[in-house]
């Protein structure tokens, strides 16, 4: 038996399968990125409460709106205008104040510090 001539095709069937799948997966990389080019959805900011639990905030086209996701529901907590949300503002450090001063504005009020959260 020649061992040679079976591990050529070995190899030319592994190069195959490779190269076949490289080339399915630059496909759908194509295929999907030409979907999201005209997406009117946009995520603004996420902020994880637990491994299942989250808040998103998105801008739909003029409407900003605050999800809460879990595994089994999504909810509208609030949405704004988008003249009403500068998105320039949403620096992470000063974004909770500005969430607040929002919150306010639709006389939203309720956020309380923690005890043990610093001032």
Known sequence: MNYTWEISK????LI???????LLAYLLRKKLQFQNENRHIEILEKM???P?????LIKVNEKV????????????IE????????????????????????LNKKGISGYR????EEK
Do not use: H, P
Not at 10 to 13: K, L, M, T
Not at 16 to 22: A, D, H, M, Q, R
Not at 79 to 95: G, V, Y
């Open 10 to 13: 070995i190899i030319f069937y």
């Open 113 to 116: 510090r923690d005890k043990n």
């Open 48 to 50: 994880y409460l637990s």
């Open 79 to 102: 949405s704004w205008d988008s003249e009403d949300f500068d998105e320039k503002e949403l620096d992470k450090k000063e974004f909770k104040n500005y969430f607040q001063g929002l």
């Open 52 to 56: 299942e639990v989250f808040l998103a």
């Open 65 to 76: 709106i605050l999800l809460s996701i879990t595994d089994n529901n999504i909810g509208k």
């Open 16 to 22: 195959f399968v490779l190269g076949s799948i490289y």
